[in-house]
């Protein structure tokens, strides 16, 4: 079986690595391309070793050669580990600062197209835009662990709506947390998430229900968002199958 048709039966068997990073990459490419976009941007916020980035780097590389699309990657990451904890909230029981430390040396080794972003997410996330000027934003992954780092890049949203797809989508890796952390909506990324979506305004953070309506739903079915951008000027734009019509069947059965 060719390379590439290998891929796609993979990525909808959900055999791939990191197959939420896939799912992200692939349908932030069909949205862009319903929309005349020919480049557009995916995210990873906590980089750590490295793992998720690579991974991500693979997804695109091969969804590229599918469709007409072209991919800017860029990861953020302190590069020391985790920063200071803010209080509770940043579940402490759970994590310690220092956790999750970059090789960046090895890492930048391993990377093909991606782009490091190194420094504290409150520094960095506002000067993004500028300092790098990235195609529209179409995935963002999210694996800081902490609700104060998630905070500070929810902020990336606080740029003009031509810096993004209209949805944009998201995965927030700890979200369900385990027997240690408890996540829960009052700490961690879950507490972000909340916090966010009572800002007043006009953008939201969905779960996708198709996914967790599905029989054979896997865990990280859950932890899949999308930013909803509800006055972009493209939302309302029609991103459908032409022909959708339900001709009347000659016999029952």
């Not at 690579?54 to 990657?73: D, G």
Request: proline content about 7%; some cysteine; glycine content about 8%.
């Amino acid at each position: 079986m060719r390379p590439l048709r290998l891929y796609q039966k993979r990525l909808l068997l959900e055999l791939t690595r990191k197959p939420a990073y896939g799912y992200s990459a692939y349908w932030a490419a069909r949205q862009a391309l319903a929309l005349g976009h020919q480049t557009i941007s995916l995210i990873e916020f906590g980089v750590a070793g490295g793992n998720g980035l690579v991974a991500l780097e693979w997804h695109a590389r091969y969804i590229a050669r599918r469709y007409p699309i072209k991919f800017e990657i860029y990861g953020f990451d302190s590069g020391t580990g985790l920063p200071e904890f803010c209080g509770v909230e940043d579940c402490p029981h759970k994590w310690q600062p220092g956790f999750f430390a970059m090789d960046v040396g090895r890492l930048r080794e391993r990377l093909r197209i991606a782009e490091l972003v190194l420094g504290d997410a409150r520094e960095t996330v506002p000067k993004f835009q500028e300092s790098h000027s990235p195609t529209p934003i179409g995935a963002i992954l999210f694996d800081l662990d902490l609700y104060s780092s998630t905070v500070a890049a929810l902020r990336i949203f606080d740029t003009p709506p031509a810096n993004f797809l209209p949805r944009v989508r998201c995965f927030f890796d700890d979200v369900l947390g385990d027997e240690d952390s408890l996540a829960n909506d009052y700490i961690g990324e879950r507490r972000a998430i909340c916090e966010y979506n009572a800002r007043p305004g006009d953008k939201r953070l969905a779960p996708v229900y198709h996914m967790r309506a599905k029989s054979w739903r896997r865990a990280w079915y859950s932890r899949v968002f999308v930013h909803h951008w509800f006055t972009h000027p493209d939302y309302g734009r029609f991103i459908g199958q032409p022909d959708q019509a339900l001709p009347l069947r000659s016999a029952l059965g």
